[in-house]
């Protein structure tokens, strides 16, 4: 997956990924035209010019070099997170990752050239760390400002144990490490999800929407657990934490939900709308989710008593029916929309049979329950982002109608 990326519309000439004969939407790529995405005056390529740009860009001034620790940074989020702090400038990035293969790079690629760029000339490093190892994690965080602590690249799902040890267990050792190394800030990247139980909708919940006593999979309740411990680590020993929920995101290097899209277009499954299809939902470009982190570590900078250990929810702000999402990804890729309705129990009973024979199938579903994929499809998840807006003065760089146009080769 290291040298897939994504491709404007028009570049995308693979016929199996396009659907065969398919062919992207001219009306997606006029809009994306456009669009108010414009070049930044820190000469960042990708940046729709708003205001909140000024809580990031502060850091690429050059007056002030700090250090931070991107955990997981070879994963889907973590590389975005890397490619802007390079690009922002001011930083010195230590690219932390467990794959054997992260550090494999594709310099044709735009983000990974900046990355080739800024390990040739040391403003990034790479270290290979185990979360479940304290001894790597304190190597790598000595002497950093700040730890983002990311998805790991290659966790096995099917190990209940493996999945407790990497998530839950590095929690305790990420924070026990930045505590030994005298780091000043943890951010931690979780998810909406782990509000989210199935058994009702979720219309523009915020940070005072309590949390599901049982979980619809293990993963968003180990990461549920792993983001409480965070939290409680905030102020001991010197060490302020935050917590960030993106919604839904996605974006480049993306390894499950377009892709997901993807294998169920190919497998004949993409015509079928789960539920009514009326169900809302939000979506976080990566980007976003990136530029959230950096206005978190900014923020944490000062202590702000209303920052310090608390979730914030990050989204686009731009909240839409998720079948629509669905539609304009696939077409954008040359599929076709979904337009068959069909009952929920259906669903869920084909994507559990799936996931049965999945060995004979090209259809994957290696990282949630078939349960929960389905619940995300039929029921409505919009969050408020008004206390990340307010507290940690983020707001979206990057539109969806923008993020439309680039889309993951799989």
Known sequence: MDKFYFKIIEEIDDPVLRGGKGKAKAKAKAKAKKNTEKKSKKGEKMVVTTTATANDVAYGDGSETRTCVVLGGRGFLGRSLVTRLL??????????????????????????????????????????????????IIKVTEGADVVFYMERTDIDTHDFYNCYMIIVQGAKNVINSCQECKVRRLIYNSSADVVFDGSQDILIGDESFSCPGKFLDVLIDLK?????????????DGLVTCVLRPSNAFGPGDTWFVPLLVNLAKSGLGKFITGSGENMSDFTYAENVAHAHICAAETLDSRIVSVAGKAFFITNLEPMMFW????????????????????????????????????????RIDKYSPHYIVQLASCTTTFDCSEAQKHLGYSPIIYLEVSFCRLPCT
Not at 334 to 361: D, N
């Open 324 to 363: 629509e999402f669905v539609s304009l990804i696939l077409e954008g890729l040359g599929y076709q929309r979904p337009f068959i309705k069909i009952p929920t129990w259906i669903v869920a009973y084909v994507l559990s049979l799936l996931q049965r024979i999945h060995e004979e199938s090209h259809f």
């Open 224 to 236: 549920f657990q792993a983001e409480g411990l965070i939290r409680l680590a905030n102020n001991i």
């Open 87 to 136: 690009r922002l400038g001011g930083w010195i990035v230590r690219v932390a990752d467990s794959s054997s293969h992260s550090l494999q790079v594709d310099p044709s690629s735009a983000s990974d050239s900046i990355l080739f760029a800024a390990l040739s000339s040391g403003q990034a490093s790479f270290c290979h760390v185990d979360v479940r190892d304290t001894s790597q």
